[in-house]
């Protein structure tokens, strides 16, 4: 799969998911994406570590349930950007085995939106388009200002520093 890459999101600090302040974080990076298709979808690119691991050499099944939440989450901000999701309730399906030594990647998108929760669905899967957990949810919506009462929630985000890709092409050895 080969996704025109439009716009990169900003990470938290200290997020579970996304947190670059944080040392048990999965560091994940999300991307505002189009397919082949002109569907606008988020792809999520994680790399595991160890720190994320149940059986040896296998990701803790809480752990992607975290990343698919946070990224199905997320896919709102695609049509609307100044909220925060709070989930509501989340399905995971797990597949197959998730390895800690391979890149991850989560393609996210929202099915439904309404005036206060939005429903969505993520598949997290290997480069070789090998699916090993999918999931679906529903979120409230809240708008980024009321999210946290007197936090400077903005100051909470950070825009970490990259040449942002054209493409993201999961056909080739290059992403």
Known sequence: MKYRVLEKQENSRLCFVCGIDNDASAKASFYICQKDDNEKILLTIVQPREIHQSYPGRMHGGVISALLD???????????????AVTI??????????????????????????????????????????????????????????????????????????DLPEFIDLTSNQS
């Open 89 to 162: 309730d989340l399905q995971v399906k797990f597949r197959k085995a998730v390895p800690l030594d391979q890149t991850l990647y989560i393609e996210s998108k929202t099915t439904d939106i309404g005036t206060r929760a939005f429903d969505g669905e993520g598949k997290l899967f290997l480069r070789d388009g090998t699916v090993c957990a999918t999931a679906k949810g529903k979120f409230f919506i809240v708008p980024i200002e009321k999210a946290i009462p007197d936090a400077d929630v903005k100051g909470m985000q950070v825009m970490v520093e990259e």
């Open 70 to 84: 946070e990224s199905i989450g997320r896919s709102a901000n695609i049509q609307l950007p100044d909220i925060w």
